[in-house]
């Protein structure tokens, strides 16, 4: 699957923090859900396109475009004692959660949470299912281009097609 959704607390790691990172590029750290690892470690390549979703704040929505950077490598987090990531069953021979680099490419409109439940070719969306809270989800080739649409992002403009 060439498309998915991450979802970010703005307070933890914004779209404009990214925008503002050497190279508009940070690492994606913090999972610990074993499917939303699952897709960063087996299913993403760099280039893949992103939705940048900011979660659990007063309104949130996608916010920008972004595409997968790196492959995926252990996520330093784990490893710390200090973070609130750490998670002491990992060791640097056998870590259990990843990283990739995420690069911004775009800044469309914004797109609610609530505008999007209003979407019809988005109702099958993974993030729009009951009870859903992956942070990092697949999205279809039909989701990506609707969602492009709705935010005024060319496709051409940021060298990903569906």
């Not at 959704?5 to 779209?15: A, G, I, N, Q, T």
């Not at 790196?70 to 056998?94: G, L, V, W």
């Amino acid at each position: 699957m060439p498309y998915w959704l991450m979802k970010s607390e703005p307070d933890e790691v914004s779209f404009d923090d990214v925008l503002a990172a050497p190279g508009q590029t940070v690492a994606w750290f913090g999972v610990r859900n074993y499917q939303a690892r699952n897709f960063m470690r087996d299913g993403m390549r760099v280039g893949d396109g992103i939705l940048f979703y900011h979660s659990s704040c007063a309104v949130p929505g996608v916010v920008g475009i972004a595409v997968v950077a790196s492959t995926p490598y252990p996520d330093a987090s784990q490893f710390d004692a200090a973070s609130p990531y750490h998670d002491p069953k990992a060791t640097p021979e056998n870590p259990r959660w990843i990283s990739v680099d995420v690069k911004a490419v775009a800044q469309g409109r914004y797109l609610p949470l609530t505008e999007l439940r209003g979407v019809p070719e988005l109702e099958d969306m993974v993030l729009l299912q009951k009870g859903s809270r992956l942070s990092v989800s697949p999205v279809t080739a039909g989701q990506w281009k609707r969602i492009l649409a709705l935010a005024g992002v060319a496709e051409a403009a940021i060298g990903l097609a569906a």
